[in-house]
C-alpha cells in the first residue's frame, strides 16, 4: 500500500467516524441550536466523503446547498422562533426512545446488507470526461420531477420559518368608563407585543 492510499483510506474512516459521531449528535442531544451545528458537521463530511469519490462538483453543490442554504435556514428557524416554553418530561419516553432504536436499527441492517452484496468494482466502466454535463442532463431530463419536488419542498420549508418567526402586533383597547379590560389572548411560545391606539 503506498502513501497516496493510505491517505485516502485514513481520510475516509476519519470522515465515516465524523459523520456517525455528529449524526448521533444531531438525534441524542437535547439542545436543537446544538443539534442543527451538528446537522452542518453531517454535510460537511459528507462533502469530503463525495471529495474522496472524484464527484468535484456534487460536493460543491453539497456545501452550497444543504450546509449553506438548508441548515442555515434550519438555524434561522430555531433562532427565530420565540418560544420560552419550558421542556417538560414526556410520560412514556422511553418506549418512543426504544421503538426509535428498533427502527434505526433495522434501517442500518437492510444498508449493511445492501452495501456487502454491491458489487463496487466499476474497472469496466470509462470515466465520465464532464459530471457537470452529465449531471445536467439527467436533472433535466430523468429525475425532472424529484428536481422540481425538492425545490417546492425548500420553498415550503422558507415560508414555513417566515410564518413561525413573524410576531403579531395586538392592538391594546382602551379602557371604558364602568366595564372592566379584558388582557388580549398570548401563547405561551409566542408571546405578543401589545400596541397602544394613539401610537398607530
Do not use: C
Not at 422562533?81 to 426512545?97: A, D, F, I, M, S
Amino acid at each position: 500500500m503506498d502513501l497516496a492510499t493510505l491517505t485516502q483510506t485514513i481520510t475516509f474512516f476519519a470522515l465515516a467516524a465524523a459523520v456517525i459521531i455528529a449524526a448521533l449528535g444531531v438525534v441524542l442531544l437535547d439542545n436543537v441550536v446544538y443539534s442543527a451545528f451538528l446537522l452542518g458537521g453531517v454535510f460537511l463530511s459528507i462533502a469530503g466523503l463525495y471529495i474522496l469519490m472524484n464527484a468535484d462538483f456534487v460536493s460543491a453543490a453539497q456545501i452550497l446547498i444543504y450546509v449553506g442554504a438548508v441548515n442555515v435556514l434550519i438555524l434561522f428557524a430555531i433562532m427565530l422562533v420565540n418560544k420560552r416554553e419550558t421542556y417538560t418530561p414526556v410520560p412514556g419516553r422511553w418506549l418512543r426512545q426504544g421503538g426509535a432504536a428498533v427502527v434505526s436499527l433495522g434501517v442500518f441492517a437492510l444498508l449493511t446488507k445492501m452495501i456487502l452484496q454491491t458489487p463496487w468494482q466499476l474497472s469496466s466502466v470509462p470515466p465520465t470526461p464532464d459530471s457537470i454535463t452529465t449531471i445536467g442532463q439527467h436533472f433535466f431530463s430523468d429525475f425532472l420531477l424529484p428536481f422540481e419536488l425538492a425545490s417546492v419542498l425548500l420553498l415550503m420549508a422558507l415560508i414555513g420559518a417566515v410564518v413561525l418567526a413573524r410576531r403579531e402586533l395586538v392592538l391594546e383597547p382602551e379602557p371604558i368608563l364602568g366595564e372592566e379590560v379584558v388582557p388580549p389572548l398570548e401563547l405561551p411560545e409566542r408571546p405578543r407585543e401589545p400596541v397602544a391606539l394613539s401610537e398607530k
